[in-house]
């Protein structure tokens, strides 16, 4: 298993400067270069399908070669997996109390 870092997300509820909306998951998402560190700031909108944990707390994400393995060790699986795009998969678990995010891309 292989893991790299790639941003903590942190939920927020008034939006940020430069922040685009994903209008099909119903959110807003700041850049993660935009800011040291690699934050990617997210506002939550009604009737997006990121379940209610993720509107109040933060998760980081890695990118995985393989996300099986992870998902299988996961306490519980919150999102996903679901595909973004052509080959890319994420997927928001829980393990030791902390949300993380996967992230797959064949």
Same mark, same amino acid.
């Given at each position: 298993?292989?893991?790299?870092?790639? $941003?903590?997300?942190?939920? %927020?509820?008034?939006? @940020? #400067?430069?922040?685009?909306?994903?209008?099909?998951?119903? =959110?807003?998402?700041?850049?993660?270069?935009?800011?040291?560190?690699?934050?990617?700031?997210?506002?939550?909108?009604?009737?997006?399908?990121?379940?209610?944990?993720?509107?109040?707390?933060p $998760?980081?994400?890695y990118? %995985?070669?393989?996300? @099986? #393995?992870?998902?299988?060790?996961?306490?519980?699986?919150? =999102?996903?997996?679901?595909?973004?795009g052509?080959?890319?998969?994420?997927?928001?678990?829980?393990?030791?109390?902390?949300?993380?995010?996967?992230?797959?891309?064949?």
């Amino acid at each position: 298993m292989s893991a790299t870092y790639m $941003h903590i997300g942190i939920p %927020v509820t008034n939006k @940020k #400067p430069g922040m685009t909306y994903n209008e099909a998951m119903k =959110f807003w998402a700041s850049n993660v270069d935009d800011y040291d560190y690699k934050i990617e700031y997210l506002k939550f909108e009604e009737g997006t399908p990121f379940p209610e944990i993720m509107h109040k707390n933060p $998760h980081v994400a890695y990118k %995985v070669d393989d996300m @099986k #393995p992870y998902l299988d060790a996961a306490d519980r699986i919150i =999102f996903g997996p679901q595909e973004i795009g052509p080959g890319v998969r994420i997927a928001f678990v829980i393990q030791d109390d902390a949300i993380i995010e996967l992230y797959e891309e064949k």
